[in-house]
């Protein structure tokens, strides 16, 4: 499994979550059981390899980062969506963009440009291509306004 599908994967849990209202821990070892995993399989192609134990804590990581900061993420959200009320925005594409900022924050080795070109792949492959622009217009404004670090402004 590939990074890519692992973050792919977080997503699935982290929308999971918003209808069952599951703690994060829960989530992730249930979905990730071998035999509901392996049912998966045939619906998914994200479902074909199992993750790894650097995947597993990776999504340990972010699911749990999502569920315990979804106000402080949602409010980054509700800032840089210009003209929408976070409420508006489906689900779906709310839980990408919760991935992307908090991969943003707080995942040391995600760098921002790859949080946001993924959440914009995430987010055209299940909710077309208007859906990626929106995704990329609130993340590349929300980019914009972190503070530059040392390693960014060294040419």
């Known amino acids: 499994m590939t990074r890519g599908n692992a973050r792919e994967l977080a997503v699935h849990l982290i929308y999971g979550r918003e209808f069952t209202g599951e703690e994060p821990e829960q989530v992730v070892s249930t979905r990730l059981e071998k035999e509901y ?3 998966l ?6 479902y ?3 993750p790894s134990r650097a995947q597993l804590r990776y999504l ?3 699911v749990s980062g999502v569920a315990n900061r979804t106000e402080e993420l949602n409010e980054q959200i509700s800032r840089f969506s210009i003209g929408w009320d976070v409420s508006r925005i489906s689900r779906l ?3 990408i963009l919760q991935l992307a900022i908090f991969e943003i924050l707080y995942v040391e080795d995600v760098p921002t440009g790859v949080a946001v070109s993924e959440a914009v792949r995430i987010a055209k492959k299940y909710d077309g291509d208007d859906t990626g622009s929106f995704v990329n217009g609130i993340l590349g404004s929300f980019a914009r306004s972190l503070p530059t670090t040392e390693t960014e402004e060294v040419p």
């Not at 399989?41 to 994200?46: K, L, Q, T, V």
Request: proline letters at 0%; one cysteine or more; charged letters at 45%.
């Open 93 to 95: 594409t709310r839980c």
């Open 37 to 39: 995993y392996e049912k």
């Open 41 to 46: 399989g045939a619906e998914n192609d994200i």
């Open 48 to 50: 074909a390899d199992r």
């Open 60 to 62: 340990d990581t972010v």
